[in-house]
């Protein structure tokens, strides 16, 4: 289920509804407070993440750094697993929000481009809204829509993160 992601966010255009789904959201997180890590659970319930005005949130903010690292171990380096590291440029360009995803275990990046003109210079677009969730197997999922109709999902063990003033 989604709650504040841009297919609920397009039907709301009052304010009263909005808050109703924001809350529903706030609710939701409540629930499964036990489930995720200390870090997890502040990050996705900060009262600063959805605040545009709060120079951590990451609404507006700009991808500036992706890095996949896949980690290896065992006698001969068979047991595989992937970590994810986002850096993202705030919208106030005075520091950075930086989010590890530990233990991935399923992502998916999309991005579109509608021309052909469009693909050297799409970029991602501004970091619209977020949602954090729990997988039916209890691993952190964590949905990203950009304004360009970018989208990531990051399912993974363990969320991260840390804001670096610039």
Known sequence: ????????????????????????????????????????????????????????????????????TERATGPRDEVRSIDTNLRLLGAYHDGSLELGYIDVAEYSLAIVAHSPSDRPRI???????????????????????FSTEASWVIICRDLTWNWRPR
């Not at 501004?126 to 990203?144: A, F, K, N």
């Open 1 to 68: 289920m989604t709650y504040i992601l841009k297919t609920d966010l397009e039907q709301l255009r009052d304010p009263q509804l909005l808050d109703r789904q924001f809350r529903a959201y706030f609710d939701y997180l409540e629930t499964i407070r036990s489930s995720l890590s200390p870090t997890a659970y502040e990050f996705a319930a900060a009262a600063w993440h959805y605040d545009h005005e709060d120079h951590r949130c990451p609404h507006d903010g700009w991808v500036e750094k992706l890095e996949i």
């Open 123 to 145: 970029g991602h677009g501004d970091w619209l809204r977020d949602e954090i969730t729990l997988t039916g197997g209890s691993l952190v999922r964590h949905e990203i829509e």
